[in-house]
T-cell receptor, first 116, second 118 residues
């Protein structure tokens, strides 16, 4: 069965610190997709990244970077030089298979608070 | 870019009444949309898959008769919470993807609907 674990419930940092949000997943499929979404206090879900299981290259987008390691079933998310605007709940999610890949299984989320 | 519009954003209703929530894909068509539910400070749980022109597929434990889903067109799915009770109070959010775009295109979520049943 598929499962996504975000062990960190809440993280607090001071502005400009780097912070890594952990995500560990379980799946029996060889084809799957991993996602990160940001949910600010307003409630909407903001798409950050989608990565398929065959692409283990790490990705960097501005202050955001993602480390995908199939050997440890992890897809960790790092924010460099955090800012107050980064404060939000971050969800890691998984979808499986070649079809219906838009059906997401979410982790429990990590609430990040960045203090000035 | 592709946008999913959800309406209303907030609704308060009395116990026993029904509430309809709309999810529209703007500028793109979606044969499949998804409805999620999020309790306060908890994760999003998939409720059902809305299929255009056919019956919705519900996840285990979700009452089909209570959460009616209608996907009458390629741009609109509705979720009706029937005979709402206080325990139905939650944040409901839909998602859809522009199927014309690549498989790596993002899945777009609506802004969500906060339902409060008094």
């Amino acid at each position: 069965a598929q499962k996504v674990t975000q062990a960190q419930t809440e993280i607090s940092v001071v502005e400009k610190e780097d912070v890594t949000l952990d995500c560990v997943y379980e799946t029996r499929d060889t084809t799957y997709y991993l996602f990160w979404y940001k949910q600010p206090p307003s409630g909407e879900l903001v798409f950050l990244i989608r990565r398929n299981s065959f692409d283990e290259q790490n990705e960097i987008s501005g202050r955001y970077s993602w480390n995908f390691q199939k050997s440890t079933s992890s897809f960790n998310f790092t924010i460099t030089a955090s800012q107050v605007v980064d404060s939000a709940v971050y969800f890691c999610a998984l979808s499986e298979g070649d079809y219906n890949t838009d059906k997401l299984i979410f982790g429990t989320g990590t609430r990040l608070q960045v203090f000035p | 870019g592709a946008v999913v519009s959800q309406h209303p954003s907030r609704v308060i209703c009395k116990s026993g009444t029904s509430v309809k929530i709309e999810c529209r894909s703007l500028d793109f068509q979606a044969t499949t949309m998804f409805w999620y539910r999020q309790f306060p400070k908890q994760s999003l749980m998939l409720m059902a898959t809305s299929n255009e022109g056919s019956k919705a597929t519900y996840e285990q434990g979700v009452e089909k008769d209570k959460f009616l889903i209608n996907h009458a067109s390629l741009t609109l799915s509705t979720l009706t919470v029937t005979s709402a009770h206080p325990e139905d109070s939650s944040f409901y959010i839909c998602s859809a993807r522009d199927e014309r775009s690549s498989y790596n295109s993002p899945l777009h979520f609506g802004n969500g609907t906060r339902l409060t049943v008094t």
